[in-house]
T-cell receptor, first 110, second 113 residues
């Protein structure tokens, strides 16, 4: 069974701070998704990565397949980044059966 | 930018009734998914669908659930006899490949009374 743990569960920071959210998982994966869930409930895909690092604007995602760990970083955080961030690994066995982390609730204060 | 659309945004039904949740995936996408999120809990995978058949399903997706792609554009989730515990937000998603980024709809909030 694929266990997915995110840390921290809640994070409050001031505008401009560098943010790191961590995700650990227990099984072999083909890729990992980082998702953003807005207060209204909608989900947006931020990244899908299977190795190394990806960057999009102020967001950076990294993954270490051997250590079964991924991080999401936000540089120069802004109040509009306030949302729940969810990691969801794609397991090798049943690759479409994403297993979702519990999410990290990020609040950025102005 | 093309998007996944879901209707209705909110559905209220009585226990034991059948409900159909509707989704229009992005037009050139080939893989379709349903997920659900019970209030305050994690998002959970329900089912994936490709080439007009289910490719994966979770333990949650029992005989009470079915999916269909009745025409070239819609993708539906039917719950035959709803239970109180089916109350959740249901998300549809689509992708253009087996291991491709997912595009989510805004969800249908199902309330079973």
């Amino acid at each position: 069974k694929n266990e997915v743990e995110q840390s921290p569960q809640n994070l409050t920071a001031q505008e401009g701070e560098f943010i790191t959210i961590n995700c650990s998982y227990s099984v072999g994966i083909s890729a990992l998704h980082w998702l953003q869930q807005h207060p209204g409930g909608g989900i947006v895909s931020l990244f899908m990565l299977s190795s190394g690092k990806k960057k999009h604007g102020r967001l950076i995602a990294t993954i270490n397949i051997q250590e079964k760990h991924s991080s999401l970083h936000i540089t120069a955080s802004h109040p509009r980044d306030s949302a729940v961030y969810i990691c969801a690994p794609n397991p090798l066995q049943g690759a479409q059966k994403l297993v979702f982390g519990q999410g990290t609730r990020l609040t950025i204060n102005p | 930018e093309p998007e996944v659309t879901q209707t209705p945004s909110h559905q209220v039904t009585q226990m034991g009734q059948e409900v159909i949740l509707r989704c229009v995936p992005i037009s050139n996408h080939l893989y379709f998914y349903w997920y659900r999120q019970i209030l305050g809990q994690k998002v959970e995978f329900l089912v994936s669908f490709y080439n007009n058949e289910i490719s994966e399903k979770s333990e949650i997706f029992d005989d009470q659930f079915s999916v269909e792609r009745p025409d070239g554009s819609n993708f539906t989730l039917k719950i035959r006899s709803t239970k109180l515990e089916d109350s959740a937000m249901y998300f549809c998603a689509s992708s253009d490949g087996y291991n491709s980024p997912l595009h989510f709809g805004n969800g249908t909030r199902l309330t079973v009374t």
